[in-house]
C-alpha cells in the first residue's frame, strides 16, 4: 500500500482518504499488467474498453517515440500536422460514407459535449431555438462531464446527486430492458409530444456500457433512426466503448449500416496509450452548425493521433474478426453454462465482451483480491463481473479469466 496514493490522491468513483487500496503497478507487457509485489495479472478489462492490443506493443511504442523525436504537441489553432490529418482521414474513410467533418477532443465526455453542442448549435442556426433538449436510452453511459452526465441513466446512482442542477432530458424505454417493440413505442411516443423541443437523439449502439453492461437488438437501431429522422431529431451514436471491434463488427452501427448524424469515438482509438476522442459529422451538420465555440488545449494532440493512427494501422491488418470471434466462443462455452447457477441473473456475451449478472452487490475488494490470487485483472461494479480482454489474448489466458469468474461465484 503506498500511503501518499491512499492518503491523497482520488481514483475513479472513490473517496480520498481511498477505502480499497489501489494496487501499485511497477509495468504492463501483452495482456499481463505486473504489480510492484510481483504478482502478474492478465488484464480482463483492457484497462477500461481501451488496451485492445494489450501493454507495450512495439508498433505502437514506435509511433509515440518517432513522433515524440519530431513535437509532441503544438496548439491546434491555427496549426496543424500529419498525424491529424492522416488520423481524420482515416476516421472518415472507416465511418459511414455521410460522416465527413471530424472535431478531436482530449476525452471521450468531451466528444460527447461536443457532440451535444453540435446538434443544438445546428437548431439554433435554423431558428429552432425551442429544440434544446436531448431523448436516450435508459441505461446508458455517456461520460461524466455535465451535458454527458445529463443523459446518463437517471436511476442508477452514478450522478443521481446532481439531479437537480442538471438539464431535464427525456429518458425512454431500452431495448436491452423491454421487448424492442415497447421500447420503440415509447420513443415514438415521446416524439410525438416532445419533438418540437428536442434537438437530438444519443445512444450508445447494440451495447450499454457502464450504465449496466446490456445488449440488445441492434434493428433498434433502425427503427429508433426512422422515427429520429420523420420527427427532425438529429441521431447521434457514442461509440466510445464499442468501436473498434468490441463487438465483433468494427463499429457496433455496422450491425444494421446506420448512418449516425454525428458519432461518437473514444477509448480504443489510441489502442489505450493516451487519451484522444473524436465526434464526427455530417457535411450538412457542420454547415448548420457553423462555427464552433470548442476548443480543448490539447485538441488533435500529436502523440495522441500518431498512436491512434498506429493502432488502426495494426488493428485493421491483424484478422481482428477472427481473434474477437475467437473470444466470443470462449466466453459461449465457458460463462453460458453460469445461466442456471442459482447465485447469477443473467449471462450477456457479445463479441469479446461477457458479462455476468449476479444476485447479489459484489464486494469489490473480496472478489478483486480472490482474482488476482487467480492471476485475473477484473473491475467488477454493483452486481455485474464482466470481462471486455485484449483482442490479442490466447485462448489458455481467457479461459484464466473465464476460471476465475467460476470460482469467484463459486465462492460468493
Ligand atoms: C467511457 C465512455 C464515455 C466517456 O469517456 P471518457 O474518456 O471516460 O470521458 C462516454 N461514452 C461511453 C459510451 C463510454 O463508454
Same mark, same amino acid.
Not at 429552432?128 to 429544440?131: A, D, E, M, P, Y
Not at 453460458?336 to 441473473?345: A, E, G, I, P, Q
Given at each position: 500500500m503506498n500511503t501518499v496514493d491512499q492518503q491523497h490522491i482520488w481514483h475513479p468513483y472513490a473517496k480520498v482518504p481511498n477505502e480499497i487500496n489501489a494496487h501499485l503497478v511497477s509495468s504492463a507487457s501483452g495482456v499481463y499488467i505486473n504489480l510492484d509485489n510481483g504478482q502478474q495479472v492478465i488484464d480482463g478489462m483492457s484497462s477500461w474498453w481501451s488496451a485492445i492490443h494489450g501493454y507495450n506493443h512495439p508498433n505502437l511504442n514506435k509511433a509515440v517515440v518517432d513522433q515524440l523525436g519530431k513535437m509532441s504537441h503544438v496548439m491546434f489553432g491555427g496549426l496543424t500536422h500529419d498525424p491529424a490529418i492522416q488520423l481524420a482521414q482515416t476516421l472518415v474513410e472507416l465511418t459511414p460514407e455521410n460522416l465527413t467533418k471530424v472535431f478531436f477532443t482530449d476525452s471521450g465526455s468531451v466528444a460527447v459535449e461536443a457532440a451535444l453542442k453540435m446538434a443544438l448549435q445546428y437548431w439554433h442556426n435554423k431558428s429552432?431555438?425551442?429544440?434544446h433538449k436531448f431523448v436516450t436510452l435508459r441505461g446508458g453511459y455517456h461520460g461524466d462531464t455535465f451535458g454527458a452526465m445529463s443523459v446518463?441513466?437517471?436511476?442508477?446512482?452514478?450522478?443521481?446527486?446532481f439531479a437537480g442542477v442538471l438539464p431535464k432530458h427525456y429518458f425512454v424505454k431500452s431495448p436491452s430492458m423491454v421487448a424492442m417493440d415497447e421500447a420503440l413505442d415509447d420513443l415514438e411516443a415521446t416524439l410525438n409530444a416532445h419533438s418540437d423541443t428536442i434537438a437530438a437523439m444519443i445512444l450508445e449502439p447494440v451495447v450499454q456500457g457502464a450504465g449496466g453492461m446490456r445488449i440488445y437488438n441492434p434493428q433498434y437501431l433502425t427503427k429508433a433512426k426512422a422515427l429520429c429522422d420523420k420527427h427532425q431529431v438529429l441521431f447521434i451514436l457514442?461509440?466510445?466503448? @464499442?468501436? !473498434?471491434? $468490441? @463487438?465483433?463488427?468494427? !463499429?457496433?452501427?455496422?450491425? /444494421?449500416d446506420v448512418e449516425p448524424d454525428i458519432l461518437c469515438l473514444g477509448k480504443a482509438l489510441t489502442g489505450g496509450y493516451m487519451t484522444l476522442a473524436a465526434t464526427i459529422t455530417t457535411d450538412e451538420i457542420s454547415q448548420g452548425v457553423g462555427t464552433l465555440m470548442h476548443g480543448p488545449t490539447f485538441m488533435a494532440n500529436p502523440l495522441a493521433c500518431s498512436v491512434a493512427n498506429a493502432s488502426i494501422e495494426l488493428l485493421l491488418n491483424s484478422p481482428w474478426q477472427d481473434n474477437i470471434a475467437d473470444i466470443e466462443t470462449v466466453l459461449n462455452i465457458e460463462l453460458?453454462?453460469? $445461466?442456471?447457477?442459482?447465485? /447469477? /441473473?443473467d449471462v450477456r456475451i457479445l463479441g469479446a465482451i461477457g458479462v455476468v449478472e449476479l444476485t447479489q452487490e459484489i464486494n469489490v475488494e473480496k472478489v478483486q483480491n480472490q482474482l488476482i490470487e487467480h492471476g485475473v485483472w477484473l473491475r467488477p461494479y454493483g452486481k455485474l463481473l464482466y470481462t471486455m480482454p485484449p !483482442?490479442?489474448?490466447?485462448k489458455q489466458e481467457l479461459l484464466l479469466i473465464t476460471k476465475a469468474i467460476k470460482t469467484v461465484i463459486e465462492e460468493l
Open positions: 429552432q431555438i425551442n429544440k446518463c441513466d437517471p436511476d442508477n446512482g452514478m450522478h443521481h446527486l457514442d461509440e466510445i466503448a @464499442t468501436g !473498434f471491434g $468490441r @463487438t465483433g463488427e468494427l !463499429f457496433a452501427l455496422e450491425y /444494421v453460458s453454462s453460469l $445461466r442456471l447457477h442459482d447465485k /447469477v /441473473v !483482442f490479442s489474448i490466447s
